[in-house]
């Protein structure tokens, strides 16, 4: 009986995974998490050369996409093919990834749903941002690093959550070195200069970010130890401290180029990703 149950429940999750709408909303998600790390490194940018006027990260992207005409109703479409990507991305960590094996597949659902958090987050900083809530990723991150660090052990917490963030920022940089995207790509279908293009793109993307959670999460843990919640700001004073350190505007500049071709790239997910 339990076993009948179970296999109509993963049928109908199947159904569900394999949905066209949800496909299509998907990819919808990825050009919109293009557009905003385009703008994202349009931000890292401004601040490598000290003309930022928001923070340097994503929500900071949403803000600066919320000014534009017609940005409230990009923001919020940007917001649900984020939501879409994260429903897909649950599907994938719960019944997914059936091509792989063993620990591999284990590896790719963790992933995956790391993934879905991570879209989670940044359409309900979307929701925020077109609702005009106090949406900084920045000042939230250093409010909450605040709280804990007034609380019993709250310091080891933080100090762990920096470690968390800076092994993260490793992984990434592994992660597209090792060019490990491409086995999610449909590349039989890719010419080949789309091919080459694509994991350039990826590359570069995926490295740039690694970098930059990297240092942030080196600041993360450097505030716990020095009980300064001021440097657990997240993306945004990890770039503040890049340009801080010598030949800083030359290597925010490439970080920034990093993020855009990230963007790129989800453009190329947004055609060629297998959903």
């Known amino acids: 009986m339990t076993r009948g149950v179970e296999a109509t429940a993963s049928r109908a999750a199947s ?11 998907a990819r919808a998600g990825f050009v919109g998490y293009g557009i905003v790390h385009l703008l994202f490194a349009w931000l890292a940018l401004q601040i490598a050369f000290g003309t930022a006027a928001d923070d340097g990260d994503q929500s900071g992207a949403l803000r600066t996409l919320a000014e534009q005409p017609l940005g409230g109703f990009l923001v919020i479409a940007i917001g649900i093919g984020l939501l879409a990507m994260a429903v897909w991305q649950a599907f994938e960590a719960a019944i997914g990834h059936t091509g792989d094996q063993g620990r591999e597949r284990i590896f790719e659902r963790l992933a995956s749903a790391g993934r879905t958090l991570v879209y989670l987050y ?11 809530a106090n949406s900084s990723s920045a000042d939230k991150q250093q409010a909450l690093t605040e709280e804990l660090m007034a609380s019993s052990g709250g310091r080891w917490l933080v100090g762990v959550a920096g470690l968390a963030l800076a092994a993260l920022g490793v992984g990434l940089v592994v992660y597209g070195v090792k060019k490990r995207f491409e086995k999610h790509l449909m590349t039989g279908q890719m010419s080949p200069k789309t091919r080459i293009l694509s994991r350039r793109l990826g590359v570069a993307g995926y490295s740039a970010k690694g970098v930059a959670y990297g240092i942030a999460g080196l600041l993360v843990l450097t ?5 300064d919640p001021d440097r657990a700001r997240g993306l945004d004073a990890a770039l503040h401290t890049l340009r801080e350190q010598s030949y800083g505007t030359l290597l925010l500049s490439l970080v920034a180029l990093g993020i855009a071709a990230f963007g790129a790239f989800c453009f ?8």
């Open 15 to 25: 159904r569900a995974a394999n949905s066209p709408a949800l496909a299509a909303l």
């Open 223 to 227: 505030a716990a130890v020095t009980y």
């Open 122 to 132: 940044f359409a309900w900083t979307a929701y925020q941002v077109f609702s005009h």
């Open 268 to 275: 190329v997910q947004a055609r060629y990703r297998n959903v």
